[in-house]
């Protein structure tokens, strides 16, 4: 009983000096760990701040240090920073302390040369950079050197390198708005299509498939998690789909803003969802983003990031800048933001929890 009491404590005197308290209901059911985070709305926690220590990208400035819109992150085991520039269809590299190195890339169907504006930039434990391009995977080296494309069948939003080489693909469905994934080899053949998947939203014709943003699935580790778009519930699960733990909180979002008209075609409207999540050390941290209409044309949006401890404790939310969202998190506890407005940007910021 003594050691349970200081147990208590401990982790009690913790959360009084990161300034928060909550009420959280823990059980299993069917052989799953349930988190009921009650606290309702966000609860914003001053003990934890993200200090800003590094940002690329001017209003005004040399060619390199000007963005556009569509931007992409990735970060070497060494902190290089890789930004793909879509509507410029370039790839910028900079040393961990900022300094320009070097620029490659342009629009073309060529080796090395890029289709789309919205691609997404990956460097995967094997040290290469890889540039997800539609259906294809542009494989370069740490230096930009072109060295080969890996075609899939599917269209990815977001994948996980592991260690082994595999890759774990994060892609939407067809017929109905949701979320599904893949394992594939390193050479983009399909090894297993994950067991669970989760749709929502209106049924639409086979050959559409459409997203309202946020949700997927993650891997951290062994496990598998996935953040529902439409409801506040993040899932964690094995690579074999079993089911271990879900964590809830007490937080409302409208439903999915969809339409759909006469001959299948469809309209996706801003609405709130929930996700991706990320991961740093033991803290599990799901980015959330809220929509208000403002008339009919304007809405005014706002994102927070909720943080949780290692049980799926709620620890606090923090509200992010207006047009900013959280791109990466790197082992040291650095946060890679992209912000839009008043121009395209990247900034580094440090995790400081429970410090003045």
């Known amino acids: 009983m003594k050691k349970r009491a200081v147990f208590f404590i401990i982790i009690f005197g913790f959360f009084l000096s990161l300034g928060f308290s909550g009420k959280t209901k823990v059980y299993t059911k069917n052989g799953v760990a349930i988190i009921e985070n009650q606290e309702s709305g966000f609860i914003i926690n001053k003990g934890i701040r993200l200090k800003e220590d590094l940002s690329l990208g001017k209003e005004e400035g040399e060619d390199y240090e000007m963005f556009s819109q569509y931007l992409s992150v990735a970060i070497s085991q060494n902190g290089d ?5 879509g509507k410029r269809y370039r790839v910028l590299k900079f040393d961990k302390n900022g300094k320009y190195l070097w620029s490659k890339g342009r629009k073309g169907e060529g080796p090395g040369e890029f289709r789309e504006q919205f691609c997404d930039i990956y460097v995967p434990p094997s040290g290469k950079l890889i540039v997800v391009d539609g259906f294809f995977l542009h494989v370069f080296d740490k230096n930009g050197n072109f060295l080969k494309d890996i075609k899939l069948d599917i269209m990815s939003t977001h ?24 394992l594939y080899s390193s050479d983009g053949r399909l090894i297993s299509k994950f067991p669970v998947e989760y749709r929502y939203g209106p049924k639409l014709s086979k050959s559409i498939g459409v997203s309202i943003g946020g949700g997927g699935f993650r891997v951290h580790g062994e496990k598998v998690f996935l953040s529902i778009p439409v409801k506040y519930e993040i899932r964690e699960y094995d690579f074999k789909g079993k089911l271990f733990k879900i964590i809830k909180r007490d937080v409302k979002l409208s439903p999915p803003n969809i339409k759909v008209f006469a001959g299948g075609g469809v309209t996706v409207y801003p609405s709130d969802h929930s996700g991706p999540v990320f991961f740093y050390e033991n803290y599990l941290i799901n980015s959330v983003f809220k929509v208000k209409k403002k008339d009919k044309k304007n809405y005014e949006f706002t994102k927070y990031l909720d943080f949780f401890d290692s049980k799926g404790v709620y ?22 933001f992209i912000q839009s407005e008043p121009f395209p940007r990247v900034y580094r910021a440090e995790l400081i929890i429970g410090k003045n």
């Open 315 to 336: 620890m606090g939310s923090y509200k992010l800048p207006k047009s900013t969202k959280l791109e990466f998190i790197d082992k040291k506890g650095f946060f890679y």
């Open 159 to 182: 994948i996980d390198f592991l260690k082994d080489g595999k890759m774990f693909i994060d892609t939407f469905l067809r017929g109905q708005p949701g979320v599904a994934a893949a």
């Open 81 to 85: 920073i890789f930004i793909f520039d």
